[in-house]
Nanobody
Framework: QASLVESGGGLVQPGGSLRLSCVMSGFTLDDYAVGWWRQVPGKEREGVSCVSTRNPITRNADSVKGRFTISRDNAKNTVFLQMTSLTPEDTGVYYC??????????????????WGQGTQVTVSS
């Protein structure tokens, strides 16, 4: 059974950084694109960043370009999201996702098959 478990969320001041991790199990990560979505209060859930697995191609939402970086370590079955220059608008619950159908080219419009339970990120002074 597939499992995705996020960690690394917390409280950070504006301008700060956080690194989210997601350990995935129950499936062969090499065959899956992976990504991060977030649920910001008062807004619809949105795709933040994703990376395919074949000739890895990364996509980032305009709102995080230049600030967030996704990476994957297939050997450790782990996906990361390095977040820098955080603003209060980045506050929300962050979910890691995985989907085999996006393995060549991933997209941020969804839908994605596999989801973690989410980790809270709060940016506040």
């Amino acid at each position: 059974q597939a499992s995705l478990v996020e960690s690394g969320g917390g409280l950070v001041q504006p301008g700060g950084s956080l690194r989210l991790s997601c350990v995935m199990s129950g499936f062969t990560l090499d065959d899956y694109a992976v990504g991060w979505w977030r649920q910001v209060p008062g807004k619809e859930r949105e795709g933040v960043s994703c990376v395919s697995t074949r000739n890895p191609i990364t996509r980032n939402a305009d709102s995080v370009k230049g600030r967030f970086t996704i990476s994957r370590d297939n050997a450790k079955n782990t996906v990361f999201l390095q977040m820098t220059s955080l603003t209060p608008e980045d506050t929300g619950v962050y979910y890691c996702v995985a989907d085999e159908k996006y393995k060549n080219v991933c997209g941020l419009n969804g839908p994605w098959d596999l989801w973690g339970q989410g980790t809270q990120v709060t940016v506040s002074s």
